[in-house]
């Protein structure tokens, strides 16, 4: 199991690598789920909706202020298997590519797919080239929705609030760090 | 001989096949100097936006497809508001109307497309305009407000006379289509969705003429739209036509030259043409179509700059190729949300439909021989991207078809491998494709 985890990471940071090399530009981090440990609890989309709510009590978000605010991020469970899923910020990211109004960019700074709500139409083009249909209409307000990393937050609140660490955040310095320690060589052969 | 200034790129076109050129280029090539080109007078907007201008909805500004500082940014020159008037692909020279001469190393054709105008009596009376440019936006605007209680015929009852129509009942113009065929968006949607439009269409006011085309634009003294005679004779007064029924891709400066084109440049998978360092994109293009395999046109937005992007990354020195597109629309008029990509409709008995028809949903896939190659869906359209990429990628679904048209669809209906794959930042070989942690 371990090993796998390394290739992940080495596969990550050989992409964050080339960016640095080429663009001189800070790398983004990344949501991980660890599957084996996710029971599927719905925890993650309830601290989505409080975290993208005007207010900042879980109450009032789910009982008092409808309609709720909607997740970014969406758990799916079959028999014993689950895991969320949100974007992840392709490296080609076709939702921006197809974005009819150019509400859908890639920040230069943050290196994440970002939606401008005031240019975005909700008109779903890009929800339909979504290959992980990680992008989801908000009907009420004609607008498409997905995950932003809460906006800067140090820790975002599907992790923060996962009660089994079922998915955790990956920097480059972390996984630098965690595979240098490891496997010495092959990120320099990746690169 | 005049010496002229030689451009690295030069790119015919400052609309989304430019754009995603220009800004692949200088992904790859930062210095080598861009110019994009266009008889339009404006930095790059959203075409699809034009409806919302004509509405009312939206101002200028708020079409830029890029931010007011891109150009500079990025040390695009542009030239906007000048017509190319000729391409000489010996001397690598393009001529503009006011005779000026530029040389390229590289050319970019994005000139996209122009409505289809078919001969008819009267179609140079005042008041008759197409619908596809700002420009054709704001003409139309003045002439209404020059009106009061406007009436308008739309010829053509495809996307952009649809388009046009919600624009129009918005302003309060009441609104006659004249469809040829049988039913509106019949190129787009299949007879199902086509008829909820047709509903929509209809509660909103408008009238929809099917099985009939007009023959004849009658007009008055001062020259003045006054009404129009349809082919069974019938008679439709009216102070506003809008001529579409159709684009057609703009080939006027490739025409006689000794470029490959069929009904549209033929482009190969690195988006050039037949012609070395000369590319094309976007409407004016034919390129790559993944569902009938085969090249075709596929005048929709976001195949224009993915192809832009591809034939940048090519022409600034990096080897890319076109992964193919295909019809794909997502259309919200009238408050009917649909989404449709390839095939609408089964072209014949050995394609297979799964159709699931809920209360407040439909979902359609038409299959051949085990793989997708059309998909309608209206209502419940979240995560229809999941399908479209099953059949960009060509996935075999025969096993699992039935589990793709029902409501709580996700990746879990998906077999192990393809999920696992999709949760990967880059498609995983396939022994590692038991990796527990995915980046998502
Ligand atoms: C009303 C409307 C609604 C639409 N809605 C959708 C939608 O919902 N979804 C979708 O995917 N697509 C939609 N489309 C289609 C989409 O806008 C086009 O597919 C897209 O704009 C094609 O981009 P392009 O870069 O190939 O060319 P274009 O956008 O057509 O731009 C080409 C540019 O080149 C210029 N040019 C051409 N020849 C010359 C020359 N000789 N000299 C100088 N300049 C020249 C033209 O003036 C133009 O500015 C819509 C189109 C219209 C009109």
Redesign the pocket.
């Known amino acids: 199991m371990r090993q796998f985890i390394e290739y992940d990471i080495i596969r990550y940071t050989a992409t964050v690598f080339r960016y640095l090399v080429i663009e001189g530009i800070t790398p983004m981090r990344k949501i991980y789920i660890k599957e084996e440990v996710c029971i599927g609890c719905g925890l993650c989309e309830v601290y989505c909706q409080l975290q993208h709510s005007s207010v900042r009590d879980l109450i009032k978000t789910f009982k008092k202020r409808l309609p709720r605010p909607l997740p970014r991020v969406r758990v799916e469970t079959k028999g014993n298997v689950s895991f969320s899923v949100r974007c992840r910020n392709c490296d080609e990211p076709a939702c921006a590519y197809a974005c ?1 109004t150019g509400a859908i960019t890639r920040n230069p700074e943050t290196r994440m797919i970002t939606v401008d709500e005031e240019k975005c139409i909700g ?1 779903c ?1 890009c929800m339909m080239v979504c290959p992980l249909g990680a992008i989801k209409q908000d009907k009420e307000h004609k607008k498409m929705l997905k995950c932003d990393f809460c906006h800067g937050e140090e820790i975002p609140a599907c992790v923060a609030n996962c009660p089994n660490e079922a998915l955790f955040c990956l920097e480059l310095d972390d996984a630098l760090t965690d595979v240098k320690m490891r496997i010495p060589s092959p990120v320099s052969q990746a690169v | 001989m005049k010496k002229t200034e030689r451009i690295k790129y030069l790119i ?7 754009i995603g050129a220009a800004e692949a280029i200088r992904e790859v090539d930062k210095n080598g100097t861009i110019i994009i ?4 007078p404006y930095p790059a907007y959203s ?2 936006l ?2 919302d201008y004509l509405s009312g909805k939206r101002s200028i500004e708020k079409m830029n497809y890029r931010p007011f500082d891109f150009y500079e940014k990025n040390s695009i020159s542009t030239i906007l508001g ?3 008037n000729r391409v000489d692909f010996k001397n690598n020279t393009v001529t503009f109307s006011n005779g000026h001469i530029l040389t390229w190393e590289k050319l970019l054709i ?4 122009t409505p289809i105008v078919p001969p008819m009596d009267g179609k140079e009376a005042r008041g008759v305009f197409t ?3 700002l420009g054709d936006a704001r003409a139309i605007d003045e002439y209404l407000n020059q009106k009061t209680g406007a009436n308008a015929v739309v010829i053509g009852g495809g ?2 006379g649809v ?2 129509t919600e624009s129009l009942l918005k302003r309060g113009v009441k609104v006659s289509i004249i469809e040829m065929k049988d039913r509106v968006l019949n190129i787009i949607l299949d007879e199902i969705t086509s008829a909820m439009e047709d509903k929509a269409i209809r509660a909103s006011g408008a009238e929809i003429i099917t099985g009939h085309t007009v023959t004849k634009i009658n007009s008055n003294s001062r020259g003045e739209v006054e009404s129009v005679t349809l082919d069974d004779g019938k008679t439709i007064p009216c102070s506003i036509v809008i001529i579409s029924i159709g684009i057609r891709p ?1 080939l ?2 490739v025409q006689n030259s000794e470029i490959k084109i069929n009904r549209g440049i033929v482009v190969n998978m690195h988006m050039e043409t037949s012609i070395p360092n000369v590319y094309a ?4 293009a034919e390129a790559y179509d993944f569902i009938y395999r085969e090249n075709r046109l596929t ?4 195949n ?1 700059y993915l192809g ?1 992007r591809i034939a940048g990354l090519n022409m600034s020195g990096k080897t890319a190729e076109y992964p193919g597109g295909t019809a ?4 919200k008029y009238f408050g009917v949300y649909i989404v449709s990509a390839g095939m609408a409709a089964s072209p014949d008995s050995t394609y297979e439909e799964v159709v699931a028809n809920g209360e407040s949903s439909y979902k359609k896939l038409i299959l051949k021989e085990g793989f997708i190659t059309g998909m309608v869906f209206s209502g419940d359209v979240d995560r229809a991207g999941i399908i479209y990429n099953l059949m960009k990628d060509r996935l075999y679904v025969n096993s699992f078809k039935n589990d793709l048209v029902t409501e709580n669809f996700g990746l879990l209906s998906l077999p192990e491998k393809i999920w696992r794959n999709r949760l990967a930042t880059s498609p995983l070989e396939s022994d590692s494709s038991k990796s527990s942690v995915s980046p998502c």
């Not at chain 2, 015919?12 to 430019?18: L, P, Y």
């Not at chain 2, 080109?37 to 339009?40: A, H, K, N, P, R």
């Not at chain 2, 794909?328 to 259309?331: E, G, T, V, Y």
């Open positions: 009819l008109c083009t | 015919i076109g400052n609309s989304a096949g430019g080109v266009s008889d339009e075409r699809p034009i409806s000048e017509k190319v994005a000139t996209g497309g619908f596809t440019t996307l952009i388009s046009v703009r006027e400066l994109c976007g409407d004016a005048p929709i937005w976001p224009a832009g794909l629309n997502a259309i």
